[in-house]
């Protein structure tokens, strides 16, 4: 993929941007509420486990946390990037293996290119 490639159809770079930035807020969400889950069910566990598995759960904290500075990083390079160079994005949207992610990504970019 090439920048100015298929213009008309293709999308901004910072409507791509702007579309992975969300996307990976809605999966930094995720994992903020897979660590409260997680602290819940550790609350009646006895303290040796609780000890044990706090250790993973700060992995869990570590990884909201570096989804989030990605989050941030790309939201900041969407403000910044050009409206004008365009990408095709059509062959990366159908390598994720994840189908509602694929679609969300999807109408973001379509909504975007009709605005």
Do not use: W, Y
């Not at 490639?5 to 994992?31: F, H, K, P, R």
């Amino acid at each position: 993929m090439t920048a100015n490639q298929d213009n008309d159809a293709g999308s901004s770079m910072a409507a791509i941007l702007a579309a992975v930035s969300t996307e990976m807020a809605l999966a930094a969400q995720a994992c903020g509420e897979l660590d409260g889950a997680l602290g819940q069910i550790l609350e009646g566990a006895p303290p040796e486990v609780q000890m044990a598995a706090m250790q993973k759960l700060h992995m869990v904290d570590l990884l909201a946390q570096h989804i989030t500075a990605v989050t941030d990083f790309t939201h900041r390079l969407a403000l910044i990037a050009s409206k004008d160079d365009k990408l095709a994005v059509e062959d990366a949207l159908s390598a994720i293996t994840l189908g509602a992610v694929a679609e969300r990504l999807r109408g973001t970019l379509d909504s975007a290119r009709a605005s």
